[in-house]
């Protein structure tokens, strides 16, 4: 018998619980006897999103202003799936990933070690089943102008900008993490003692197949990208009926080369 919330599941034992020779005396399959409820999940997402913008307007002459701005933006998604021992989850993994001899009904080697499991979540449109626990990002923009808009008499108009504009957008993220043996109130977890395996020392599991564990390629990801604009416009009409204008624009990023000489890309109109 099992309920269910949002935070975890809750299961009411039975009396009789056999257990598996093959791990030592643990608890297989069935449930803990004599015990009534127990807290054995606990799946988590928490995300957190911050945005900052401010900026100001001077007047340094006549027709001639300067603006600035700048906008600061922070996010952070934490994602979390927490097993304790106590779940069919752990138990089935401990039973599975054992050297049992079915001759002698006698257990080898223990892969897991004693405690629960957490890792990370499949988020959607994740097409690699990669596991992520953590996604920071930080970005910000900031632009600076100058604007000059006047009058000469009753024929002539001016009209110009000048600015510059500097960006950066940085992610860090934290995929397939797994942590063995871990008590999420002691904020302690366990290597798994015989390691993760690999295909060159592949493990030997309860059926006498080959296996690894997962978690033994965690990875740290990092992504930056920087941005620089300078610009400028500027046109001039006589009599509102006639005009000519012409622009000047230069941009640079740092992933389109690692020479910076070549980063910029001049542009005119």
């Known amino acids: 018998m099992h309920f269910g919330n949002t935070g975890g599941v809750l299961g009411c034992s039975r009396a009789h619980t056999p257990r598996d020779p093959r791990t030592r005396g643990r608890v297989a399959d069935g449930l803990r006897p004599y015990t009534t409820v127990d807290f054995v999940r606990n799946l988590t997402s928490q995300d957190y999103n911050a ?9 340094l002459l006549p027709g001639l202003t ?5 906008q600061y933006e922070r996010r952070k998604k934490e994602y979390n799936n927490y097993y304790s021992d106590d779940t069919y989850y752990v138990r089935n993994m401990v039973n599975t990933n054992v050297e049992y001899n079915n001759t002698t009904r006698t257990v080898g080697r223990v892969f897991l070690p004693k405690g629960g499991i957490d890792q990370g979540q499949l988020l959607d449109g994740n097409t690699l089943n990669i596991l992520v626990n953590t996604s920071d990002s ?5 632009r600076n102008q100058l604007n000059f808009t006047r009058d000469f008499g009753t024929k002539h ?3 110009a900008i000048a600015g510059m504009e500097i960006s950066q957008y940085r992610t860090d993220t934290r995929s397939n993490p797994w942590l063995y043996g871990y008590y999420p109130d002691k904020l302690q977890s366990t290597v ?9 020392d592949q493990f030997k599991n309860v059926s006498g197949g080959t296996a690894t564990l997962n978690g033994g390629a965690t990875t740290l ?11 400028g416009n500027a046109s001039y009409t006589y009599d509102s009926k006639y005009t000519i204008s012409g622009s000047i624009r230069s941009d640079a990023s740092n992933f389109i080369t690692s020479i ?4 910029w890309e001049p542009l005119k109109s």
């Open 51 to 59: 945005r900052i913008q401010t900026g100001f307007n001077l007047k």
């Open 66 to 70: 300067f603006d600035t701005k700048l």
């Open 138 to 142: 930080a970005s910000y923009v900031f």
């Open 157 to 159: 108009s001016i009209n």
């Open 192 to 200: 798994p003692v015989y390691g993760y395996g690999s295909s060159v």
């Open 221 to 231: 990801g990092y992504n930056l990208n920087r941005y620089v604009s300078y610009y």
């Open 260 to 263: 910076p000489s070549l980063r």
